[in-house]
């Protein structure tokens, strides 16, 4: 069975074998169900065996204690890559993909992370396939509010979540659009939105909306709340540290670099340290609502 889904515009399949238990947990993706298309931008097939393959290691996704494990290797023209819940944990899952990120099968090895396999196939893909297409999967915690979207970035542990939480707390009309993985993407007009999507980390939030961007915010943790702009090359800094993609391919380094430009001549970026409270919502609605006002 071909389930065809649309995030930021891009169409991609998911397949699966009609009888597949795997198709009860695609609950999230509900809001993405889109027509299937003659030429979607990639097609991930889930299967049971995979062609034998000689890999070598090109990357390992750098992952903190108790975050995801990617590991990306080559073999011939063809990627191949491992996945795992969490370092210590066995591989759930295996991928291939063709050179070009268009086709790629996966098998699943463990039912209990079973989504987690599917789910990462399909953000691997993702990222990998729309890097030359002025597209960005971002590792952020997004917010609406006024009719704009606010991403907070930052390490691992550094506060992204919290922050939105105090927004939706005490900042009134806000509301949470994507709590890990949004994508941005710079639209054929020149105009920058952001747009929910089927992944969300351990927050379940799968809203299939999109809004221009008001600011993007690195979060620090302080014993004060004070926000304050960024340089060019501390923004530079941060957007290329928060968005997926192999860097060390040229095609899509290429691409991404391109995007960058584009998403730091246009949007405001700023430093947020703070304490989790509601003067740091307030300090940064204050900070990056008056800028994106004018």
Known sequence: MIHAYKVAGHT??????????LEALLGQYEP????????????????DTLPQLNPVPVYDVPTEPGEPVVKLYRSGELWYAEMAVWSGRPVCARMVSDSD?????VKVESGRDALFGIN??????????????????????????????FLFLGRSGA????HSRQWLEYIRGTHLLNDDNPVLRVMEDGSIRVFGS???????????????????????????????????????SLIYSSSSGFKADSRMS?????????????????????????EAAV????????????
């Open 198 to 236: 089927p992944w969300s980390g351990k927050t379940p939030c799968y809203r299939n909306e999109d809004y221009p961007i008001g600011g993007f915010v690195s979060i620090r943790q302080s014993p004060r709340n004070e926000i304050s702009r960024l340089g060019v090359l501390e923004a530079y």
């Open 254 to 278: 290429d691409g991404l670099h391109a995007c960058f430009e584009k998403v730091i001549s246009a949007i405001p970026f700023y430093v947020l340290d703070c304490r989790p409270d509601r």
């Open 159 to 162: 506060g992204k979540s919290t």
């Open 32 to 47: 993405f169900v889109t027509e299937t298309s003659s030429e979607p931008l990639f097609t991930v097939s889930v299967c």
């Open 101 to 105: 990120f268009r086709n790629a099968s």
């Open 120 to 149: 990462n196939s399909l953000m691997l893909m993702f990222a990998f396939s729309t890097a030359g297409l002025d597209t960005l999967e971002l590792h952020a915690s997004v917010v609406a509010h006024a009719g704009k979207a």
């Open 283 to 294: 300090v940064c609605h204050d900070g990056v609502c008056e800028c994106s006002d004018r």
């Open 12 to 21: 991609f399949h998911l397949e699966m074998p009609d009888d597949s238990p």
